[in-house]
Each structure stands twice: as structure tokens, then as C-alpha cells.
């Protein structure tokens, strides 16, 4: 057969085409593409919280009430955060309840929305009445619920007047403002709303939006595309042009980032550490990385159900013979620091000194011994009534960092004659069932995302332990009860002024650490891959993401 | 044969339907419903929240009235909304349907332009070097794990080479045909692979049947030219099989991208199909799953009758027998 | 009474097996790996490892004498790791492929045999279960809890049980090939003179299935029970991928290959190994089974 030159010719230079087309260098830096490796499901802010969302609606959408990069609650919709000392805000006030706070918030007279629109009460109360409205299906309900009436003042003041004493009674972040003069009209059917919001079905209208950029077009799976907004009335941003791309698979979006398919990948909703640190080490020269410890407690609940974990003791010798020390700094590069209660280093009433479990295998086998477990059989323990020390140790499949600690686990108790069997779930079922129900058997491993300055209650206190006579509400999954810790969550909730508040979270993480409700693993880091001529992007550590700060990106001189 | 046609079209009506009650209840099985997953994030829900929630949701009924109530509005062509993606399901699959269609059906096209003439290249030199050398590679295509492969051909023709895009369905902003076909090469390399090899072992085992039989030796001992006759006769004659094939396999079509829609971001069906499920996307799910099994039977219902038509020994007297 | 059709001289077979020079040295590759696999234990001890252990300070080691082809991400033996990946891989293949194959034939044989609406039934059930969607049945079926279903204690606490529930699984989804195949080949045997012949002798239904149509249909059963342990290695290796498979301590090449995948940039030999184990074992088993369809099948000269 005599290949055919005209055809080859072809062939070769269609090849030239692609590689012309794929080796563009240097592009005009005004435009930026993100890669994620998740996209939204939907774009209601209201509906359905989860990272990608929020990541992605920031770059949009302001919202109330925001925590800085210092960890600071301030006011970004609204010209004064309203406090005690400052006069707006006042407990206990008699016409609503004598539990209460009426708070007053003042929007920002400058604020509109993406098509010109003044940003007033009216889309507060609109808001309000979508949020509160039991067949809208919010997902963060309780700011909603606790909401007993708004009074609204005038066209950018109004009165919030909330039905319990709180602390955190100026935080509005989960009130996601709703254009009244877009979504009234899809709202006059409540059960329908979330299938017939502008957000859904008009995605790229401006009037929806009122952050630093508008969107501008939406491929459902793919890709969100960002421009400037015209109205939009605070620093101006660099880029014209931002561009989210969701890449799921690992491998294919370092390959993409390779390629000059992305410029970055996000750290919120991106690589996990090690991955992130597996690919550092072969290009670690081409791009910055940014790693930065955040609010992500990982974990492993107690069952509190199982004898053989009520003795404290078993659960302080399983602490102290986990090497946690090791497992950062070899797995992690020192990345992701130990944690020792479930309080964040970063956090304002960290607490240094309380009781720390370094590794001790000796120590840990004392302990066992003294609770009961001390003959030893084929390098597991038992006790008199021949019973194995044994446990069940469950995570999310396919997570695998969790898979990884898991194996560590696994292998480190052993040489202790602890016996672990590992059983792991999608984590529709491991979340959605095994957990929240309480189904475990011993030990879960996952992890707590919390905001700054969250008091942990629901997840400590007896009253939080879910079962089937309380509709399985509140998340204190391992049953954890002790009336001491009782005692400091109630006191915290309503003892708002300064030093008293910190003294109680102090002394709560000094029981938390004596008691052990749960094994401290470590706090998780995001980890942020960027180009070296981006600048701006500054990692806080806290749930919010960097794209609330996306008009301080920029390029590097 | 109508006789056998209608039969065999209400038979699978019936399966289509016990399927589809066997898929929900699946479905409606897997632990773990939207509102267990919202209240275990939400301390604050109460148990009034949750069955609050779940009525809205129509969760609160039996499963059998709330299969019963599906049908019922899917008989009309009313599928109802995804509940992850607030937007009407079949809004949802169609073009999704289409991207794995388009990449299925080249990737088919591809492979038996790659098979029936390497099939039938081997057939005519039984034993030979080349034969061994394509059977070699045949097996070679079949043997290689799916998302290795893919991850092969990410590393050598995008980040090595850099080529072809490592993955999406176009650049962003630019979106032509060039730049979508060039997003298309690296899959269609590895889903072409995956399926020549078995294609083509076959076109070669079903040539080598026919240029057995007695009236292709006839005309050979006639004098017509090789060519012509493996062309003529013998092509003819292989065709239905390799129809058969394709018909069995076409079930797989919505599954069996799976792997590939994964590792290149493509925006395909068995990729939505499997976040629903994961995800619990119910009417998602359902719908994506009812399809595939559309397909799955459609595809054994061609086969089948390709078979008996190829077959004298498969009558279809002996379907209706005793 | 026997027919003068299946039996195939033994020796002659054999010869033809190794005239099938390929399938000849894939059966050897097969047997080694099996070997080696079973044998695990033994070598493990010989060379001083534990595949379990973990240290922590020694990950990513390069081959040396203890660790002959070096450490994965936890430090742990990878050559030893790769024979406990195969014992796995191999036993899921092997019992779910020689169960699929058994009910696939007592299937294929009914409906072939019985006909009429009993055939109708078992291919129309055959198609359901094509159409059977895999992934929820699996998420059903990890979340049963498995001593409510009366499974025993020490059975369902072991760490073998993911094995059980993957073999019962890939079997559940294999077995309709071989019915296909078989009922085919029953349909076409029905008709032979062989079968009147016993027929008019007043043999009953079964000793004809028995002794007649399954002896002349073996070998495409045993040919598609070859093929099928290939296909079944790449099936886990799948489910591993979607994170379906095997879970710790066990592991299975698929399990390791898919979780070598992120490290593809830093450590490209901990994918590249097993990915390899899996391409031999599979491309072996096609080999395999090919020789085995030219030696078996009488048409072939």
C-alpha cells in the first residue's frame, strides 16, 4: 500500500493546527480561569447550601455580614455593624418577647442591584418572607426562624427583632438578600419557587446580582463566566473576565492547569493536601501554593452507646497511641496542625493549655491494662469474660486522605492490640443514615465545618443526642453527656460580654480535651494552587471563601 | 415474523414495566433521603421541620402510591423536575444525551471503520504474522483498563505533548467547531481502542466462517476474484453479526462511557445518571435509568431478530413451539 | 449411547493448546501469577515484610534489598502489596466467573431445552437483569446491615465481607453472556439427530440435558468462563475507581491503581505497576481463552 503524500500532508498539518492552538503563551492578563471540581447544582441562594455555590456566587453576590481575613464580623451590606455598646442592638425588649434582641441594621445607601435597582428594605422583607415560608425549602433555616418580626423604618433602615438572646445576633451572613422586583412574581406559588426562580431560569440576568461581577454565562456543568458589573459601586476589580470550570477528576485538572487550560485551582473546592502536595513536588517551580489550616475539624466520633468506649480510659489509650505528630508531618509537611481539642488555633479562645495526648504507646498500654483489657492473644486484647477488644471504624468512601489516615489507623493501634475493621460508605449513606441516626458501631471519622466564634452546643450538649422521639434532630452524634458541659453551653449562650464568654469556651475546651467526645484528628487545609503573577488572594481559614475578596485579586507588577 | 414482533414487543413492555417499579423501589431504598442529609447539617431542624420537609418533597407516602403516581404523570410525558438542579428532568438529559450519543456513535463509527477492514484483512491471511500481530493488538485494546488508558493519554497527549485539551468540552469563549472536535480526540482515542479490538476479533472469527462456506468456494472455484468475493459474499454474510454485536452492547452505551465522561469532564448522561443516584436526585435517576433500559432491551430485541434471521437452526417456528 | 460429536481427544487438545504458541505461554503467566498470589504469605516471610505495616518515615523508598520494588504512600512493601492486590483481584474473578458461568448455564439450558414460555421468561428475566441499574443495587447493598439479614456474626465482622459482596455482585451481572450463549447452543442440539435418537429411547429430560447437550456444549461454556475472569479483573478495577471495590486492609490491583491515580505526577510507577498487573493478567486470559476456543472447537482445522 502506498501512502498517500496529500493526505499525510493533511494530517500533518492539522497536527501543527492543534499544537499552535494548545501552546498560547502569554495572554492578555485580564481574564482569569478558576478550575473547581465541583459545580453549583443550582444558583438560588437560598436553596440548597454547599461549598461550590457559594464559592462560585461570591464573586456575584454580597452578602450582609461577613467575617475579615483577621476573623472580625463586619458589616458589608450594611454602613455599621450594630452591637451593645454602639446602641443598636438592645436585649430583652418587653413588646417582643422578653427573651429577645432588637437589632437595627442600616443598608448601604450606595447598593444596587446589577441593573440599577436600589438595594432596599423591600428586598429584605421580600427575603424574609421567601426564607420563612415553610414551602420554600431553605436550607439554612434558623435565621429565618429566629426572626419574630421586622419593623421596617424607612427605605434602608430596619429593626430585626430576634426571639431568643444570642450572641451572635448581628451575624446575617446566611440572609441572602433576593431582588423583590425580580422573584415576587415567581413566588406568588410558594411550593413551585424553587423550580421557577430567576436564578434558575434567568441565571444571566444582572438584576439578580450585585457583586463585583454579574454573570454573564452559564453552561450547566461546565462552566459559570463572569463580567464586571457596570453598577457595581465598591473597588473596581482588575480582571474583566473570571471564568469558573468545573474538572472533577483529579488527574485531568492538574493536567489541565499543566496545559494552560486554567490558571489556578481553587482552594476551597479543589485538590486535598496531599494531592496538592504530590503535585508541588514534581512542579512546585511553576506555580505559587498557598496552604492554610481552616475551620475543618477532622474527627473521630465515640459511640458513647458501646460499653467498652464509656471507659475513659480506652479512650484516651486509643489517643495515645496514634503517632498524630507523624501523620502531619509526613502525610501533610507539617500543613495541617494537631489538633488537640476542637476549638481552631486561629480562634480567639483558643485554648493552649489543655491536656495533650502526645504519642505514648506505653502509656497507652498501661491504660488498657488498668481498664481491664490485659491478656493479650495474638497481638489483640481481651478482657476477663473474654471478650476482643475490637471496634468498628467508619468514613466517606472514595475520600482518599480519610481512606489513608484510616490505614495508619488501622495499622498503629494494632501494634497496641487494639483490633479496627474498617467500613466505609458513600456518603449519602454514611451522612444521610449511618451517622445522623447513630448507627456506628464505635469509631467515625469526619470532619466539623464551623464558623468563627460558633459555639459547638448542638454538637456537646445531652439535649443535642438525636434519636427517633426528636425527629433525629441535633448533631451531638456520639451522645455525649455530662452535665458540666451542660452547664458551660448554657452559661456561653447567654453571657455575651467579653472576658466571661472566653473564660467559659477555655474551660470548655479543657473538658472537651479531658473527656474526649471524640478523637481530635487534625485541622484540614485548603490549599490553593495559583499562577506566580497573581497576587491578592489571601486564604482566611474561616468557611468564607477568597472569592468574597475577589476585587483585591490583581497581577503582580 | 409479525406474529413474533408483536409478541416479543409486549413481552418488553412488560419487563419495561416491572423494571421501572424494580428501579424506584431501588431507589427509593438507598438510605439516606434529602432530608436526613438536611437535617443531620441543620441542628436547628425540628422533627416538625423534617416531616414538614418530606411532605413537601411527597416522601411521606408509601412507595407504591408514589410509584403509582410517577407512571401515572410519566404516561403523559411529564417526568417532573430535578430536585438538584431545580430544572425539568428532560431539559436536563436531552443535550447530555446528545454529547454521549455524538461520542458513542463516532467512537462506534471509528471502531468499525478501524474493524471490518482489519477484520477482514486478518480473516484472508489466517495465521500469518500480520494476523498475529493484529490479534495481538485486538487483545491489547481490550485488555487495558479504561481509566488508565485515559490516564495514559492524558499525561502523553496533553501535558506532554500538549495537543489536545486534557479534558471539557470546549475552551471557554471560543467554543468552534475545530476547538470542540479537539476536545473530542482524546476521548474518542480511548473509547475507539476500547471497542476496535473486540470488533475486529470478531469481524475476523465471523469472515473466517463464511470464506469456510461451501458457496464461497464455489464461486472461488469458479475463478471470481478473491477480492470480489469477500467483498460481495462474504462481507455481506458478516454484517448481521457484527449488528448483533453492537445491538447486545447497546445497552451499555448510557453505563459504559462512565469512565471516560469522568476523566475528560464530558458533559454525558452516564456521568448525570451517577451523581443523581449519588446525589439523590430521584426523578433524575429514574428517568436516566428507565432510559438505559430502553435501550438495553431495544438493543437485545435487534439482536434477536438479526440472530434468527441469520440463522436458519433458530426458527421462528421453534419461539412458538409447545 | 454416546454422540460421536463432543468428545475431542485430550491429547490431541493439548497439542493444539500449545501450538496456540501465545495461549501456551499465557496459561504459564496465569499459572505463575496464581502461584505467586497464593504463595503470598510465604514469600512475605521469607523477605522479612509485613504488608500491613505502615511507617510513615519511609514512604515513596526506592527498590533496595528488603523492599524489592521500593515503598507506596504509606511506607509499605509494594511488591508484597501487589501479590495481597492479586490474591484478591484473581479470587473475585475466578469464583464470580465459575458462579456466573454455572447459573448461566442452568439458565441457558432450561430455556433452551424447555422452550416456549419458560424460555420466554428466563431471556426476558436475562434482559431485566441487563438492565438492572448496578450502582444503587450496590448502595443498597452496602448499607444492609448484614447480621439483620441473618448473615453469621463472625462472617459479617470479617474484613473479607466488601470481597463477598463484590463476588455475589460481578456474578449477579455476568452470568447473562453464557445464558445467551448456552441457550443457543441448547436450541441448535435439541434439533440433532442425537438428541431424537435419545428422545425416542424414552430417556427423560434431565439425563438428555446431562449427558448429552451439556457435554456438546461445554466448550463455549468453559471458553466464556475464560474471557469472562479477564472482563471481571477490569469490572473491579472499575468499581475501585468509582470507589465500589474493595475496602482496607484488603486490596485489590484496581483498588491500588485507583488510588495511585492522584500521585500519577510524584509517583508514576505505584499506577503504572498495578495497572500493568491488570493489562498481563487480562491480555493473558484473552490469550487463553482463545487457544482454548481453536483447541476445543471441532469446526476449526
Redesign the interface.
Given at each position: 500500500m502506498r501512502p498517500d503524500q496529500k493526505s499525510a500532508n493533511k494530517i500533518a498539518s492539522l497536527?501543527l493546527?492543534?499544537?499552535l492552538?494548545?501552546?498560547m503563551p502569554a495572554y492578555p492578563k485580564d481574564t482569569l480561569?478558576i478550575g473547581v471540581t465541583q459545580f453549583p447544582?443550582?444558583f438560588?441562594p437560598l436553596?440548597?447550601s454547599m461549598m461550590a455555590k457559594s464559592y462560585i456566587l461570591a464573586f456575584a453576590r454580597k452578602r450582609m455580614t461577613l467575617y475579615d481575613e483577621n476573623w472580625n464580623l463586619v458589616c458589608v451590606l450594611c454602613d455599621m455593624l450594630p452591637s451593645i455598646q454602639n446602641g443598636m442592638a438592645v436585649f430583652g425588649k418587653k413588646s417582643y418577647g422578653n427573651d429577645g434582641v432588637s437589632v437595627t441594621f442600616r443598608l448601604d445607601k450606595r447598593a444596587v442591584w446589577g441593573d440599577g435597582t436600589p438595594i432596599t428594605t423591600k428586598d429584605v422583607l421580600f427575603t424574609w418572607k421567601v426564607g420563612k415560608h415553610?414551602?420554600t425549602?431553605v436550607?439554612?433555616?434558623?435565621i429565618f426562624?429566629r426572626i419574630s418580626n421586622i419593623e421596617i423604618l424607612d427605605s434602608h433602615s430596619f429593626i430585626m427583632h430576634l426571639d431568643q438572646q444570642t450572641c451572635d445576633f448581628a451575624n446575617l451572613d446566611n440572609f441572602q438578600l433576593l431582588p423583590a422586583h425580580i422573584e415576587a412574581k415567581n413566588f406568588s406559588i410558594p411550593?413551585e419557587y424553587?423550580?421557577r426562580?430567576a436564578y434558575?431560569t434567568e441565571t444571566t440576568n444582572p438584576g439578580l446580582w450585585f457583586g463585583p461581577y454579574v454573570v454573564n454565562k452559564v453552561?450547566?456543568?461546565?462552566?459559570v463566566?463572569f463580567e464586571q458589573n457596570k453598577f457595581w459601586w465598591g473597588r473596581k476589580p482588575h480582571f474583566k473576565?473570571i471564568?469558573v470550570?468545573?474538572?472533577?477528576?483529579t488527574?485531568?485538572?492538574t493536567?489541565?492547569l499543566?496545559?494552560?487550560?486554567i490558571d489556578m485551582i481553587a482552594g476551597e473546592i479543589g485538590l486535598t493536601i496531599d494531592q496538592a502536595l504530590a503535585f508541588q513536588q514534581r512542579y512546585g517551580e511553576r506555580f505559587e501554593f498557598l496552604y492554610k489550616p481552616s475551620l475543618i475539624y477532622e474527627h473521630i466520633d465515640f459511640n458513647f452507646d458501646n460499653p467498652i468506649l464509656k471507659d475513659r480510659r480506652v479512650r484516651q489509650a486509643l489517643l495515645y497511641s496514634v503517632d498524630r505528630n507523624a501523620i502531619s508531618s509526613q502525610l501533610f509537611k507539617g500543613h495541617q496542625p494537631v489538633a488537640h481539642s476542637n476549638i481552631n488555633p486561629l480562634d480567639a479562645s483558643y485554648n493552649q493549655d489543655v491536656k495533650k495526648y502526645a504519642f505514648n504507646p506505653q502509656k497507652a498500654r498501661k491504660l488498657l491494662d488498668e481498664a481491664g483489657w490485659s491478656t493479650n492473644k495474638d497481638g489483640l486484647r481481651y478482657n476477663h469474660k473474654g471478650e476482643a477488644l475490637r471496634f468498628e471504624l467508619m468514613t466517606t468512601s472514595g475520600d482518599k486522605t480519610r481512606e489513608l489516615i484510616q490505614q495508619v489507623l488501622q495499622s498503629q493501634w494494632r501494634h497496641v492490640g487494639v483490633g479496627v475493621r474498617i467500613k466505609n460508605q458513600?456518603?449519602?449513606?454514611?451522612?444521610?443514615?449511618?451517622?445522623?441516626?447513630r448507627r456506628f458501631k464505635s469509631l467515625a471519622m469526619y470532619a466539623w465545618l464551623s464558623a468563627p466564634n460558633s459555639l459547638p452546643r448542638?454538637?456537646l450538649h445531652s439535649a443535642?443526642i438525636p434519636s427517633k422521639t426528636?425527629?433525629?434532630?441535633?448533631?451531638n452524634f456520639p451522645g455525649f453527656t455530662d452535665p458540666r458541659m451542660d452547664k458551660m453551653l448554657d452559661e456561653a449562650e447567654k453571657k455575651c460580654e467579653q472576658p466571661a464568654q472566653r473564660k467559659l469556651r477555655k474551660r470548655l475546651q479543657q473538658l472537651y480535651a479531658e473527656e474526649l467526645p471524640a478523637l481530635p484528628l487534625y485541622f484540614r487545609a485548603t490549599s490553593h494552587i495559583i499562577p506566580k503573577w497573581l497576587n491578592g488572594i489571601e486564604p482566611t481559614g474561616h468557611q468564607y471563601s477568597t472569592a468574597n475578596w475577589v476585587e483585591h485579586w490583581g497581577v503582580k507588577e | 415474523m409479525l406474529n413474533f414482533v408483536v409478541c416479543r414487543v409486549f413481552?418488553?413492555a412488560?419487563?419495561v414495566l416491572?423494571?421501572s417499579f424494580?428501579?424506584y423501589c431501588?431507589?427509593g431504598?438507598?438510605?439516606?433521603?434529602?432530608i436526613?442529609?438536611?437535617?443531620?447539617?441543620?441542628?436547628?431542624?425540628?422533627?416538625?421541620?423534617?416531616?414538614?420537609?418530606k411532605k413537601?418533597?411527597g416522601l411521606d407516602q408509601p412507595l407504591v402510591s408514589r410509584y403509582w403516581n410517577w407512571a401515572q404523570s410519566a404516561l403523559y410525558g411529564d417526568f417532573g423536575?430535578s430536585r438538584?438542579?431545580?430544572?425539568p428532568v428532560m431539559d436536563?438529559l436531552w443535550p447530555?444525551m446528545g454529547n454521549t450519543v455524538l461520542l458513542m456513535g463516532l467512537s462506534l463509527f471509528f471502531a468499525l471503520a478501524i474493524a471490518i477492514p482489519i477484520g477482514i484483512f486478518a480473516a484472508i491471511r489466517p495465521n500469518t504474522k500480520t494476523d498475529?500481530l493484529i490479534?495481538?493488538l485486538c487483545?491489547?485494546g481490550?485488555?487495558?483498563?479504561?481509566?488508565?488508558l485515559a490516564?495514559l493519554v492524558?499525561?502523553f497527549f496533553?501535558?506532554t505533548?500538549?495537543?489536545?485539551?486534557?479534558?471539557?468540552?470546549e475552551?471557554?469563549?471560543k467554543g468552534d467547531l475545530?476547538?470542540r472536535i479537539?476536545y473530542m480526540v482524546l476521548p474518542l482515542i480511548v473509547l475507539t481502542l476500547h471497542t476496535a479490538g473486540g470488533l475486529t476479533r470478531f469481524m475476523r472469527a465471523n469472515m473466517r466462517q463464511t470464506l469456510r462456506q461451501d458457496y464461497i468456494r464455489t464461486a472461488r472455484a469458479k475463478g471470481a476474484n478473491t477480492y470480489k468475493v469477500t467483498l460481495n459474499h462474504a462481507f455481506r454474510n458478516s454484517m448481521l453479526p457484527i449488528i448483533t454485536m453492537i445491538g447486545i452492547s447497546l445497552?451499555g452505551v448510557f453505563?459504559g462511557a462512565?469512565?471516560t465522561e469522568?476523566?475528560?469532564?464530558w458533559?454525558g448522561v452516564g456521568k448525570?445518571?451517577?451523581d443523581a443516584?449519588?446525589?439523590?436526585d430521584f426523578n433524575l435517576?429514574l428517568v436516566g435509568?428507565l432510559f438505559?433500559?430502553l435501550m438495553?432491551?431495544t438493543g437485545?430485541f435487534i439482536a434477536d431478530i438479526c440472530?434468527i434471521a441469520m440463522?436458519p437452526?433458530?426458527s421462528f417456528a421453534?419461539?412458538d413451539?409447545? | 449411547m454416546r454422540p460421536a460429536k463432543h468428545s475431542i481427544n485430550a491429547n490431541r487438545m493439548f497439542d493444539r493448546v500449545l501450538r496456540h504458541k501465545?495461549a501456551a505461554i499465557s496459561a504459564v503467566v496465569l499459572l505463575g501469577l496464581a502461584l505467586l498470589s497464593c504463595c503470598a504469605p510465604l514469600i512475605e516471610r521469607l523477605l522479612g515484610v509485613d504488608h500491613t505495616d505502615i511507617n510513615l518515615y519511609n514512604r515513596f523508598a526506592g527498590p533496595s534489598l528488603t523492599h524489592v520494588l521500593g515503598t507506596d504512600e504509606l511506607g509499605r512493601d509494594l511488591f508484597i502489596r501487589l501479590l495481597y492486590g492479586g490474591r484478591v483481584s484473581l479470587s473475585i474473578a475466578i469464583t464470580a466467573a465459575i458462579i456466573a458461568s454455572v447459573f448461566g448455564t442452568f439458565v441457558g439450558l432450561t430455556a433452551g431445552y424447555?422452550?416456549?414460555w419458560l424460555?420466554?421468561f428466563l431471556m426476558?428475566f436475562n434482559?431485566?437483569f441487563?438492565?438492572?441499574?448496578?450502582?444503587?443495587?450496590l448502595?443498597?447493598l452496602a448499607?444492609i446491615d448484614l447480621e439483620k439479614v441473618g448473615v453469621p456474626r463472625s462472617i459479617a465482622e470479617s474484613d473479607e465481607i466488601s470481597l463477598y459482596r463484590i463476588i455475589i455482585i460481578v456474578s449477579m451481572v455476568s452470568w447473562n453472556t453464557v445464558a445467551r450463549l448456552v441457550r443457543?447452543e441448547t436450541?441448535?442440539l435439541r434439533?440433532s439427530d442425537f438428541t431424537r435418537a435419545a428422545q425416542s429411547l424414552g430417556a427423560s429430560s434431565s439425563t438428555i440435558i446431562v449427558r448429552h447437550i451439556l457435554p456438546n456444549s461445554s466448550s463455549p461454556i468453559i471458553v466464556a468462563t475464560t474471557l469472562s475472569v479477564?472482563y471481571i479483573i477490569?469490572f473491579e478495577?472499575?468499581l475501585s475507581?468509582?470507589g465500589l471495590g474493595v475496602q482496607a486492609p484488603l486490596t485489590s490491583w484496581?483498588h491500588m491503581?485507583?488510588n495511585a491515580?492522584e500521585l500519577?505526577w510524584s509517583a508514576p510507577y505505584l499506577?503504572i505497576l498495578p495497572?500493568l498487573m491488570?493489562?498481563i493478567t487480562?491480555?493473558a486470559c484473552?490469550?487463553f481463552g482463545?487457544g482454548l476456543q481453536d483447541a476445543m472447537d471441532p469446526r476449526a482445522t
Open positions: 497536527l493546527f492543534f499544537c492552538m494548545w501552546n480561569v447544582n443550582n438560588n436553596i440548597n415553610k414551602l425549602g436550607s439554612d433555616y434558623e426562624r411550593a424553587r423550580n426562580s434558575e453552561v450547566p456543568g461546565s462552566h463566566i473576565r471564568t470550570l468545573a474538572i472533577e477528576n488527574a485531568s485538572i493536567a489541565n499543566l496545559a494552560g487550560g458513600p456518603p449519602r449513606v454514611y451522612f444521610g443514615n449511618t451517622i445522623n441516626q448542638s454538637q443535642m426528636n425527629g433525629w434532630s441535633g448533631q | 413481552e418488553s412488560v419487563v416491572i423494571v424494580v428501579i431501588l431507589i431504598f438507598m438510605p439516606g433521603d434529602p436526613d442529609l438536611m437535617i443531620a447539617s441543620n441542628p436547628e431542624l425540628t422533627s416538625e421541620d423534617s416531616s414538614r420537609l413537601l418533597y423536575y438538584v438542579y431545580a430544572q436536563i447530555r498475529y490479534n495481538l487483545f491489547a481490550i485488555s487495558i483498563p479504561p481509566f488508565w490516564l492524558i499525561i496533553s501535558v505533548l500538549s495537543w489536545f485539551p486534557a479534558g471539557g468540552m475552551t471557554v469563549g475545530w476547538d479537539s445497552g453505563s462512565l469512565i469522568t476523566m475528560f469532564s458533559l448525570t445518571i451517577f443516584i449519588l446525589g439523590n435517576a435509568l438505559a433500559t438495553t432491551l437485545s440472530q440463522d437452526r433458530v421453534s419461539q413451539e409447545k | 501465545l424447555y422452550g416456549g424460555d420466554r426476558r434482559d431485566a441487563m438492565a438492572l441499574p448496578l450502582l444503587p443495587l448502595i443498597v448499607a443457543a436450541l441448535a434439533e479477564g477490569l478495577s472499575v475507581f468509582l484496581g491503581l485507583s491515580q500519577i499506577a495497572g491488570i493489562f487480562v491480555i484473552n490469550f482463545d
